[in-house]
């Protein structure tokens, strides 16, 4: 789920909350708010489908998070992400420790996702890139 689709669910169920709740009990006030907010979000999904620009401007990019066993603390403390949190990946993926990481991505949907060193593909470890 995307955070434009979170924050719709969140305007629908406010939206539908008002109409049972508040002044304004009709079933048709509520539906109208609904039908819009689909509306409008269908139009967003057009709209980012289409310029490459806007998708990136709302839902962002991927951010490189540790790189050959390395943290990139700068990039953590830019993105509010823990070290913990990134190692909590690594151990999701079977890694013990951030050194046997080769890359550590934090995803645009907000998961990080963990890329690990293999010996057959490690520059300092591949026999074929010393000959």
């Not at 995307?2 to 048709?28: K, P, Y």
């Not at 401007?57 to 951010?63: S, Y």
Request: charged residues 25%; aromatic residues 2%; without cysteine.
């Amino acid at each position: 789920m995307s955070i434009l689709e979170l924050i719709v669910i969140l305007v629908i169920s406010d939206a539908v909350q008002n109409s049972m709740v508040g002044e304004n009990t009709s079933l048709w006030g509520g539906l109208v708010a609904v039908i819009t907010l689909f509306v409008a979000d269908n139009l967003l999904k057009f709209a980012t489908r289409r310029s490459q620009r806007l998708q990136k401007a709302l839902e962002g990019e991927p951010r490189l998070l540790v790189r050959d066993g390395r943290i990139l603390t700068k990039a953590l403390d830019e993105e509010g992400v823990d070290v913990d949190d990134v190692r909590a990946a690594a151990r999701g993926a079977g890694i013990a420790r951030l050194d046997d990481v080769r890359l550590a991505v934090l995803e645009t949907d907000g998961s990080i996702s963990i890329i690990p060193i293999d010996a057959h593909t490690h520059p300092s470890t591949d026999k074929r890139s010393a000959t």
